[in-house]
């Protein structure tokens, strides 16, 4: 079964304190892995996909096939960081998938001054 | 920076009525997608749309649900007999070529009375 699991349906850090937010998933095949942001009233925004490899505002993720996971990182929280966060998964476009995504329940992300 | 358009932003209707959700997706995307929020729950993928044709439908996707690009421009979204259960957040998202990432719109809140 295809399937994101986010575990924590809310985090409360302090600012200037690491972040993790957890992603696994469960699909067979090879998956493209996605982060996206909601902040407050806003649009649903890509923030991260596992083959760019790069750092949007500070975060990484990083693809473990090993543990079929894709967390979210950032070292040094900041209060303009609080939002909703969905990691994503899907079928590769070459592979014939037409991307259509699969979401985990989100995260709150909560930072505090 | 070109952005998806959905409208209306809130649409009221009473149960049993028609009701037509629009979209404007970015006007190089080649793909077309609906997802829905249901509050307090994931994001889940309803249809993508392709070629002008639907190439793929999730099961919540049923007769009630059909998918039209009447025009260059417009992407709809037309429930025929709304339920109760139709309340959601509706988003519509696009994508260009290849493995480029979706882009989603500010999303359409039905409600059904």
């Known amino acids: 079964a295809q399937r994101v699991t986010q575990p924590e349906k809310l985090l409360s850090v302090f600012k200037g304190a690491p972040v993790e937010l957890k992603c696994n998933y469960s699909?067979?095949?090879?998956?493209?892995l996605f982060w996206y942001v909601q902040y407050s009233r806003q649009r649903l925004q890509l923030l991260l996909r596992h083959i760019s490899r790069e750092s949007i505002k500070g975060f990484t993720a990083d693809l473990n096939k090993g543990e079929t996971s894709f967390h979210l990182k950032k070292p040094f929280a900041q209060e303009e960081d609080s939002a909703m966060y969905y990691c994503a998964l899907s079928g590769r476009p070459y592979g014939g998938s037409q991307g259509n995504l699969i979401f985990g329940k989100g995260t709150k992300l909560s930072v505090k001054p | 920076e070109p952005e998806v358009t959905q409208t209306p932003s809130h649409q009221v209707t009473q149960m049993g009525q028609e009701v037509i959700l629009r979209c404007v997706p970015i006007s190089n995307h080649l793909y077309f997608y609906w997802y829905r929020q249901i509050l307090g729950q994931k994001v889940e993928f309803l249809v993508s749309f392709y070629n002008n044709e639907i190439s793929e439908k999730s099961e919540i996707f049923d007769d009630q649900f059909s998918v039209e690009r009447p025009d260059g421009s417009n992407f709809t979204l037309k429930i025929r007999s709304t339920k109760l259960e139709d309340s959601a957040m509706y988003f519509c998202?696009?994508?260009?070529?290849?493995?480029?990432?979706?882009?989603f719109g500010d999303g359409t809140r039905l409600s059904i009375l």
């Open positions: 699909y067979s095949g090879s998956p493209e």
């Open positions: 998202a696009s994508r260009g070529q290849g493995s480029q990432p979706q882009h």
